[in-house]
Every structure is written in C-alpha cells, then in structure tokens.
C-alpha cells in the first residue's frame, strides 16, 4: 500500500516515514530553523456557537445523568412503559422471566454454601456492632430478600460485614453506652440504620453517586487492611478470654490490655479451644486457595468449626472452667423495630450522623464489589440504581430489626465460585437463616465465644491486600501516603480518624492536581512534524529562537497565576541559558493547548498578564491547538483579537512554520 | 524556502501542506482507511528512571517552591548570603540603595494624595467595624510603614478597607455587642488583628500561598459587589440620620429599618448634607474617569467634603438640629495594645476563628491588587513573601490598637495615577497621618457622620464591577454562578454566608472538573495526519472500522469509572449507528491519551476493566501518545504488557495506520 506516488527519489532509507515528507531534508541539529513556510490548510475549528440552555442541559445530563438512565423508556408509550418502569426499579422482573433450572442449581448449591458462612459470621459481627447475636442474623434475613427483588448484582452477598460493624460499633459507643444503656444503644443502631438507608438512597436516586468515588481505591485498601488488623487485636479478647478488656479499638490500648492480663486474666482452656480451631480455619482457607476447586472447605469450615466445639463444650461443660459462651439467641424471626427509630429527640441527629457515616462506607463496599463482579462477568451495573436498592433494603432493615447491612467481600466471592447465577442464591440464603431462626437458635448456646473470635480473624485477614499495597507503591505513591495513612489513622487511632485521613488525602490528590499542573517543553522529533516533551524524548530537538510550552491541565482559577509564572519561568530559565552559550534570544513562545480542556475567566485574565509581560520582553505569544471550549471563550473574551487570530494555530507545527521565516530574516 | 526537494510532481495546489505528503493521495472519503502501512520510527519514550527521593523532592519544590526562592542565595557565601537574607526579608535594603530625588517626587505627591483619601475613608471605616474613629487611623500609621520595610509591592496603598472593616465588624459583633461591651468587643478586636496576622505570615512562611487561589476571581468580582451594595445600604443610617438600625446587614432587614423609620425617624437636615456632599463626591468622581488627568479631584474631593460640611456644622450648629457628629476623636498616636489582646481564655478561640477569616480576605484583596500593578509596571511579585510582609504587619499592627489593614483598591489605583514609584509613599501618607493624630484630630469633631456615610457610598461603589460580571457571563456560565451566588448571599444573608457560597461553588467546580472530565470522538482532517475532535472539525473524517477516543484529563480515582464508562457508551452509540446504516463493527478502539497527564492505581483497574470489556466485544485497544508519567505506571502495574507493546503508539496516526491493513483484509 504504497501511497507516495508523486514521490520519485526517495533520499532516505526511512522514505516510509508518513508525517511531514517536507521535512526529511533537514538535519537533526536544532540550531536549523525547521521552517515549513507554507499556508496551513486547517484553521482552528469555531464549533458552532450552543444555546445556553443547551449547554447547561447538556452539562447536567454528562454530570448526572451520564449513563442515559431513561434510555429504554424512549419511544415507548402506556402500559409498555409501566412495565419498564417496575423493570428498572424490580430488576427480578426482568430477569426474572428468564429464569430456569439450570439457573436455580447454581444459586441453590452458592446460596447453601454462603448461608453456612454467614450464619456463624453473623453471630460473630453482631458482637463487634455491641448488639446481640440474633441481630446479625436478622440482617441476614430481610436485607438480602429485598435486595433480590431490586438489586441488579448477580454476585454480591448481602449481609453485615465486618468493617461496617465495627465502624458502628464504634461510633455508637462514642454516644451510648451498650452495656449500661443496651436499649438506647439499640435503638440508636436502628435510627443509624435508617439513615444510612435514606443516605444511600437519597445519593442514588438523585443520582450523586459519583461522591463515593472521591473515596480512592488506595484509600479504601488502606482503610480496610487498618480495620482488619484493629477487627483482629479485638478478637484476642474472646480468643484469650480475657475478661476486663479496653473499649478503645487502636493498638496501644489493645495490647496494653492483652499484656496487663497475660498474668491471670487469660483463661487457657479457651486459648486451646480458640487457637486450634483458628489453626484449622486458617488451614482451609489455605487448601482453598491453593486449589480453586476446593474453595467450599473454607466456605463451610466455619460451620463445622462452630458444630463441633458446640458439641465439645456441652459434653465437656467447659464453660464452668470459665470458657464464655455465646449463651443465648433470641429465637424467631426479626420483630418490627419501627418503633424504636428515633424519629426525634436528641438522639436524632446523632443517629442521623452515624448513618450518614456508616452508610457512606457501607456503599463504597458494596459498588466495589458489584462492580468487580460486573466486570468480570461482563455485565452492566447502574450505580445509582443499586444505591437506590442497597438503601432500601436498610430503610426496610431498620424497621425490622436489622443493623446496617452491605456486600461482604469475602461471601461475595464464595457466592461467585459456588457458580451463583442470579440473586436467587441470596434468597436461599435468606431461608436458611430464616430456618435457623426459627428452629436452632437455641442450639449455639454452648458455642464459645472463641470460636467466633476465630472465625473473625480468619475472615478479616483477607481484607489486608498486600499485593494492592505493593502495587500501589509501584504505581503512585502519592496513592501509597493515602492508603498507609488511612491504614496507620484506624490502626493507631481509630476508624474514624483513619477515615478522616483516608478522604482527606483524596481530596489533598485531587486538589494539588488543579493547583499545580504540569507544564512542558516540547521539541520536534527529528524526521517528523510531531512536538513532543524533550524530557520523555531526549532526542527531540528544540527549534532556536523558539520555546514551546505545553500546559497539561484546564486553566482554572486555582492554577492560573501558577501557570502564568511557570511559564514565564521557563521562559527566563531558556533565555539564561541560551545567554550562557551566546545564541540568539528567544522570540516566540509557543503555548500548546492541547490538554488545556477548559478555560474560566482567571485563566484568560492570566493569558493577558502573560501576553503583557512578554511584549514587555519582545517575545511573541502564539497558541497552538486551542479545543472547542478554549477557542470559544478566547473569542468572547477577546482574547483572540489582543493576541490576533493569525497567531493561534492548528498545530505545533503550523505555529513554528509561522515563526521561522522571520526568524530566518532575522537570526 | 523549498524544502521538499525530493518531491518531483506535486500533485495539488496545496502541495506546501507540510504534514504527511504520503496521504495527499487518499480522498476526503471516511469509508476509506487511511492506512499508512509503515513502520513507525519514534516509538513512546521512557523516561529514564527516576530515584524515589529526587521525585518527591521534585514535588515538594514544584507544590512549595515552585518560584525557586533560594535561587540568588545559591553559589554565595558568608556575608554575601547574609545581606542577601536581609534584602530578602526587607526589601527596601535593596530598592533603597537605588533610591533618587525623582522617584521621591513621584512618591510624595502620590503619599499626600492617598493620605487626603485615606483620613477620612479610615474614619468612616473603623464605624463600619464598630470601633471609634482614631482606630482607623491608627491602622494607618503603623501597618503602612512595616509594609514599606517588608513588602515588595511598589504601588499598593496600605491601611483599612471597607470589605474587611464589615467582615470584622459582623463577625465580631456575633460574639460581643459592641455597644454594651465595648471593651471586651474593642480587645477582641485586636485579638482577631493578632490572628489574622499570624495566618498571612504562616501561610506565607510554608508557601501555602496558593491557597488563596482557591478563591475563585469570580467569586471574589461577586462577593466584592455584593459586599458594597451592603455597605452602601448600611450607609442610609448615617445619610437619612436613622436613630434606631437593624444589626443585621441583609437587604430585608436594612430596608425595613428605613422605611419603618420614614416618618419619624428621618432627620432633613442631615439629609441635605448628607445628599448635597454625595453628589458632589460622585461628581468628583465622574470628572476623574472622564478625564485621567483629573484623577486627583475624586482624590481629595473626601477631604474637602469633611472639611466644608465640618465648618458647616460648626458655624450653624446643626447638631444640635439632630444632625449627628463626630463629637470625639482621641489625640495622639497608637497606645500600646499589647496587654489587651487574648492569649487565654474563651476569647482566644472566637478571635482566632474570626482572625483566619478576616486574614484570608484581607489577604486575597491585598495580593490581587499587588498582582495587578506588578503585571500593569512589569516587575515581580513574589506572593509567599507578601504574606509574610502583611502578615507581618498585622501582628505589629494589633499590638498598636490597629485592626486589620490591608491593600486598599481604590487608594491604590490613586497611589498608580498619582505617580508613585516605591513604597515610600506610604511611609508619607503614614507621616500625615502621624501629624493628624497628634494635632488635627480635635478639628473633626463637628464633622457630621453623614458626610463619612457619603464617603463610604461613593468610595464603595467602585467595588461593584458590572464590568467584570458581564464578562465572567461571556466566558463561564459556571463562574458567573459563583459569582451572582456570592453576591446574592451576601446581599440576602450576610458577609460570611456569602463567603461560605462562594468558596463552596469555587471547590465544587474544581470537583466537577475532576469528577466528568471531557472526552472527544477524533476524526482525521483530511489531507493531513492530524487528528481532531469530530465536533470541533466537523470536516474531520472518521476511520472506518477505528473508534478514536481522547480522554481529557488525568485518569484519577474521582473519575477513572465514569472514563471507562464513557469510553464504553461512546463505543456503544458508535455501534448502534453503524448497525442502522449497515456498515461493519468497529474493530479498533484508540485511546488517545495526549491530556492525560497522569493517572493513578484506580485509573489502571479502570484501564484493565475497559481492555476486559472490548477483548469480551472482539475490540481491540490501542494507546497513543501516553506521557512521561502515563507511560512509567502502565510499565510498573504490567498493562503496557496485557495489552501489548505494540498497541502503544506515538501518534493517533501511527495508531491508525497499525489497524488499517488488518482491516483492509478483513473487510
């Protein structure tokens, strides 16, 4: 596909070249003019001028709309649009329809597989919420069957999870006392959970759902990584028996506690108990990922571990030797607790705040894991659909007993593995906690409260992601300070103040990006007519009498006197050292603006300054490659005249093609 | 200048078009690929590795230090250095030594008349800030002369302005009532100076400067206008010779006062003076923008206002009519105030609150006005070292019964037209001040307070810039936003509401631009090699079988889902036209990745879950021209290695050309 006809001796061995054959002929020396002095055929596009309302309507559909949820609904009338409507909000009606046996065996067998994880976790986490057991299996209960009707993950396993609960856990004994106050405290946990539901559907169905994303990735490792240590120090009150033991989660304060009582407060037939079933936990949790097939064993060991010291304690009567057991569950299922939400008074707002808090985070979980498994199956997920359904199902939860209930990682990934098709598998497991309320809550009486320490641990472990970490570092380690810092806030403080950190290094990232963007010098790639930055290219070339500057960033009022000066800077730093080395002066200063998407009205008070301050200096401002946005608004503002149209360009080298010849003259 | 002397037949008459000879040939047709089926020479550059270390130093110089303030202490030793440090700290060593008997004209005559303006404005003002006239005048003795020592600014007038004196005036009445308290409100007062002082040094001293420009222009043109129109409205008190006033500064609350107070409550008299001596100030005012030469007729038309309406006063003893005076300005220079600022206590924290308000915009109009005639005369204006002069200042200033000083607008544009060459002139307008503390001060108590309501109104109304608004609309919808928000909260609400507006809608612009960065379908203007956005250009041709997507921003956590998403539905839209018009599927995604200048952890997950997606669609994706930064994370996280070496390429066209042929065979 030879498409150089006209050329008859090419000179080069490089003739294939494509870009800028007009410039094969000069040297790679930059102390040449690589002069192109040729009328350019493209002038900088003028897009047509919008209407306003246009523009805004075009601005808030890209700011919250941006996924065109009322896509289908287009073009449809009536009935047809009734049915799309409870489609969208019931997604079970869509799939539903589909649905077939072949599907039901792969949700049956991952449903049985995630409620025999889930039942002895529940048990588990309540404890870490300050609540009684029954309440981690009453949100194992209603929340899943809800969010089966209207969630539209096929993945996700919904139930409470570790960090949530602790996080609650915490903020509400900053308030309430759970021993002395049990009721108020769960009665604050219910009004928490109510407002976290109304957060998380209020963000979804106004469509803010972009918020949680200014929780970073490396954040959220870190965040998480500090909350399964902190989770896993706690649990060695249970798994050493420790009695007398510090209500405050950061390590200091736990390992004083744990040392203070190594002494007499530590009971060994539970340390025997808690330690050899941790053993073999964490032995099952190693075949199965040593060998993917296997990954039931550490699904169900939990269960047989809870079966089996059950049955150990009751025949050994080891409670009487001071091994703790859990006692007593409630039995039957959730009663109605929309009484007991505080609807007013002073606890309020207080619930209000911890949902708010709690239903933040408990998002994040929740779309992080949709939206792997969505993408790992290929599969489409409407973030703000799914907070619309995730906070329902607390608004529901909260009403029926249930503390705040999300997707939890490591039962979504059983659930996955186990070969879940659709939700239903989370409405299998809804009936088998049901089963289990109903019928054998009184059966884990004897179970020790060690083996619920254990099964913490090992489930808590896998939220420390040292590979995310190592990679992190690898790749910014702008994002590695956010993330060891959220890591070292909740570890050596408190999850609040890891999180405190966590969202506030994200926004230190973003803010930093805005203030101080980067700037470069470009120079021509010998052979060709592409500019590009001299560092990432040693061998380009800069053009004499000529310095190109690109802005990496939209010039906003929060980087345009930074820009302005860099500028200028890298103006007086070239002509230094072209002085050092007598060659002629600079007299075009080429701004690329490429990347430059957007401009406001600092930035073009900012190209003035610079234009000013350069004619001062007998240097030539000249703009190559202004976007739609940034030609409009150097045209209403007249920019464009001031600097005059015939020095704004196409293309770099368009720009330097106009310098050339009257440097040529010149020089 | 022929450089193309390899090209024998020039087959167009654009024949000088210097960009890609090799595709001349090839049609203005889209069904066409351009293929350009040669090996490219410049591949992506790798940046050479960079140490850890010298990268976050690179940061920390380019966030903290970007204007390289230690550059002239380099290669200097000894004593050297230490003069060097002086003229550092105070700048008037160096501009000192050069100092003539010309440049001492220019600052004189420019010293008298800032000094006639700044009298009575400074009377006027410290009423605005609830504190007796001498105030005023005391902070324009002290605080213009450490400026001179310190600051490098050449034409900024020092002293009270009328914006910070109502912000001061506001926020400390909400603590203290000025009128039953006097004491108390006058040293917290001071004690906010103290902090306010304290905040512009420190933030100066660790260069945190920029964070300033966190305050959009926008923003500041509306709460600057909103602020006078309150200013001005308050002034109907003093004008109508209202007794009984509203506290509060919003619109409603102001214009209720007056027009309750309409029948009984106005005084004819002070209106006739009040009235008669505006229209003269604004006359005076009107000569002076009519004709540059007259600037100083509005200049020192305040000064003459005092003088007549005080002769008046005194001569028909019109106060004794109702029309209210002066009555008493303390003699003599600043006292001490060192005892009388709070160092403990539960003042201590509502005046440092109130400080690092009043500093912050102190602060921004002080530095706004130092940038505007440092680009007006062309001389550098070092913003950190600003901060710390006027920081500087203000401590000084509140351990003489000063209060908040600042760059003044309006008396700085006097200071420029009336020829002032140093700082000098504020060491003479404080020298005046000097004389009239110590001996005129008696003279002004028959001075009416109507006339300094009229004096404020007049000087106030330059703050309201219609100009600036208008064009803030022509440019930026959003700014203008933040502009008439900022304005409408102050004139509605109050000083700090507007504040708190105008700040949130400045970040919450930054954050829009972070969250839903821009993205473009590129199309090939034809006849060159060059790549545009389709909606810029719409003669920009799209290739077929090449879905090309430019992605303008940096990939970061805030927006790396929405990135892939858009990409995804761009793909989406593209295929379903393709389908209703018959043509074959897109088979090559590129990303050009020009703008994105950096990306983060979550922008390579948003990468590898878009690369999953189009492997799931038979896409294939293609990289062009990632940057220095870009290209060093693709390598670390291993992505540049699932998708393939190879699919980077160094232009949008040389990622074009490796399609074609594959897709000539195909098709």
Chains 1, 2 share one sequence.
Not at 233 to 248: E, R
């Amino acid at each position: 596909m030879n498409m150089e006809p006209s050329i008859s001796a090419p000179v080069h061995s490089t003739d294939k070249v494509h870009e800028s054959k007009d410039m094969d002929t000069i040297s790679l020396s930059s102390s040449h003019c690589q002069a192109h002095d040729t009328p350019h055929i493209h002038k900088v596009g003028i897009p047509p001028k919008q209407n306003l309302l246009k523009e805004i309507k075009a601005t808030v559909k890209e700011t919250f709309f941006a996924d065109d949820p009322l896509r289908p609904f287009k073009d449809q009338t009536g009935s047809k649009r009734f049915i799309l409507v409870m489609q969208t909000i019931f997604p079970i009606l869509e799939w539903g329809r589909s649905y077939n046996i072949t599907k039901f065996r792969g949700d049956i067998i991952a449903g049985l597989t995630i409620a025999s994880l889930c039942i002895p976790q529940d048990i588990a986490y309540a404890k870490l919420a300050n609540l009684d057991p029954q309440y981690g299996l009453y949100s194992s209960f209603v929340p899943p069957l809800i969010y089966a009707l209207m969630g539209s993950s096929r993945d996700i396993a919904i139930g409470p999870v570790a960090v949530v609960s602790l996080l609650l856990g915490t903020l509400l004994q900053n308030e309430v006392d759970s021993k002395k106050e049990a009721e108020t405290y769960r009665r604050l946990a219910f009004t928490a959970t109510f407002f976290a539901g109304i957060t998380q559907a209020t963000l979804g169905f106004f469509r803010l759902g972009f918020l949680i994303d200014f929780l970073s990735h490396a954040a959220v490792v870190g965040f998480m990584g500090g909350a399964a240590i902190t989770i896993a120090l706690q649990q060695l009150k249970g798994l050493l028996g420790i009695q007398v033991f510090t209500k405050k989660t950061d390590i200091v304060s736990v390992l004083h506690s744990v040392f203070v009582s190594a002494h007499h407060g530590w009971n060994w037939q539970t340390i025997v108990i808690g330690l050899s079933f941790l053993a073999f936990l964490l032995f099952a949790k190693y075949i199965g990922k040593k060998n993917k097939k296997f990954f039931w064993v550490p699904a169900i060991a939990p269960l047989i571990s809870v079966i089996l010291s059950t049955f150990f304690v009751f025949i050994t009567r080891a409670d009487k030797q001071g091994v703790q057991i859990v006692k007593y569950i409630e039995k039957g299922i959730n009663p109605s607790s929309v009484k007991e939400i505080y609807f007013s008074g002073q606890y309020l707002p207080k619930g209000f705040k911890i949902g708010v808090v709690a239903g933040m985070i408990g998002l994040t979980e929740a779309i992080a894991i949709g939206r792997t498994f969505a993408s790992m199956k290929d599969y489409q997920l409407d973030g703000n659909k799914e907070m619309v359904a995730l906070g329902t199902m607390n608004i529901v939860g909260s009403m029926t007993s249930c503390y705040v209930a999300t997707g939890s990682f490591s039962r979504s990934a059983v659930n996955y593995m186990a070969g879940c098709q659709t939700a239903v598998s989370n409405i299998v497991m809804s009936f088998i906690v049901f089963l289990t309320l109903q019928f054998i809550t009184p059966l884990f009486k004897y179970t020790p409260n060690a083996i619920l320490a254990a099964i913490i641990i090992s489930a808590v472990l896998g939220l420390v992601d040292f590979e995310a970490a190592i990679l992190i570092w690898k790749i910014d380690k702008f994002d590695f300070i956010a993330c060891i810092g959220a890591f070292f806030g909740v570890v050596f403080s408190s999850v609040e103040i890891g999180l405190l950190i966590a969202v506030a290094i994200s926004f230190a990232k973003i803010l930093l990006q805005v203030t101080r963007p980067r700037t470069a010098i470009l120079g021509n790639l010998p052979g060709t007519t592409v500019y590009r930055n001299i560092q990432q290219y040693p061998g380009a070339t800069k053009v004499q009498g000529v310095l190109i500057v690109r802005v990496d960033s939209a010039i906003y009022f929060s980087n345009s006197n930074y820009v302005k000066e860099r500028i200028l800077r890298w103006l007086v730093d070239e002509e230094e050292e072209l002085k050092a080395s007598y060659q002629p002066k600079i007299q075009f200063l080429i701004v690329e603006m490429s990347p430059v998407t957007d401009i406001d009205t600092s930035g073009i008070h900012a190209l003035e300054e610079l234009h000013k301050s350069l004619q001062k200096r007998d240097v030539q401002l000249i703009l190559s490659n202004p976007g739609p946005v940034v030609i409009n608004k150097l045209h209403e503002s007249n920019f464009a005249n001031t600097i005059g149209e015939d020095k704004i360009f196409l293309t770099v080298a368009d720009a330097v093609a106009s310098c050339c010849p009257k440097l040529a003259t010149e020089v």
